[in-house]
T-cell receptor
Framework: EAQVTQNPRYLITVTGKKLTVTCSQNMNHEYMSWYRQDPGLGLRQIYYSMNVEVTDKGDVPEGYKVSRKEKRNFPLILESPSPNQTSLYFC???????????????FGEGSRLTVL | GENVEQHPSTLSVQEGDSAVIKCTYSDSASNYFPWYKQELGKGPQLIIDIRSNVGEKKDQRIAVTLNKTAKHFSLHITETQPEDSAVYFC???????????FGQGTELSVKP
């Protein structure tokens, strides 16, 4: 089954304790991205990657890191989490097509993070 | 940069009624407009999209209309059913492969 898998789905942590949210896709997609969802703000892009070893900042990258060492995995790293990073996080992936065409964006089921 | 405004933030309708969600975008270069449905506890899923070379697209009970001059687009759901209850997001980008900018989301509740 084609899917984007995130772990953990739920996490409560404390300020300053490093954590990693993993994301894996089995569709051989080139493009992967992380979003955070907050009430009234919709989905905001944190980081994205166009391919292995290629990452770039989205709209709200402060406090986050990512890596893309393998095509299928795109972990989100919070080196020193703070309460304002309490949010619902989504990983997404899609094919990159030619001439401006691209595949549908597929989302994972989300990771709800609480930072105390 | 591109900005997408979505209204209303919440919408409650009776089963069988129609629901309309509206979005406006700021960048006239945007030409791809998808709509995503997010069910409770799940990630958003694409339900319909439209490109700027057409004014309307329909898929069974859902339709999307686009007014390029006014820079707004709308999602129409007819004969609503309880399973239509979800959060709906509009989005805009330059080409399907461009960066998607999402609206704030609309929580639709369909009451039986």
């Amino acid at each position: 089954e084609a899917q984007v898998t995130q772990n953990p789905r739920y996490l409560i942590t404390v300020t300053g304790k490093k954590l990693t949210v993993t994301c894996s896709q089995n569709m051989n997609h080139e493009y992967m991205s992380w979003y955070r969802q907050d009430p009234g703000l919709g989905l905001r892009q944190i980081y994205y990657s166009m391919n292995v070893e290629v990452t770039d900042k989205g709209d709200v990258p402060e406090g986050y890191k990512v890596s893309r060492k393998e095509k299928r995995n795109f972990p989100l790293i919070l080196e020193s989490p703070s309460p304002n990073q309490t949010s619902l996080y989504f990983c997404a992936s899609r094919h990159i097509g030619g001439s401006g065409k691209a595949g549908e964006l597929f989302f994972g089921e989300g990771s709800r993070l609480t930072v105390l | 940069g591109e900005n997408v405004e979505q209204h209303p933030s919440t919408l409650s309708v009776q089963e069988g009624d129609s629901a309309v969600i509206k979005c406006t975008y700021s960048d006239s270069a945007s030409n791809y407009f998808p709509w995503y449905k997010q069910e409770l506890g799940k990630g958003p899923q694409l339900i319909i999209d439209i490109r700027s070379n057409v004014g309307e697209k329909k898929d069974q009970r859902i339709a999307v209309t686009l007014n390029k001059t006014a820079k707004h687009f709308s999602l129409h759901i007819t004969e609503t059913q309880p399973e239509d209850s979800a959060v709906y997001f509009c989005a805009a980008s330059y080409n399907q492969g461009g960066k998607l900018i999402f609206g704030q989301g609309t929580e639709l509740s369909v009451k039986p």
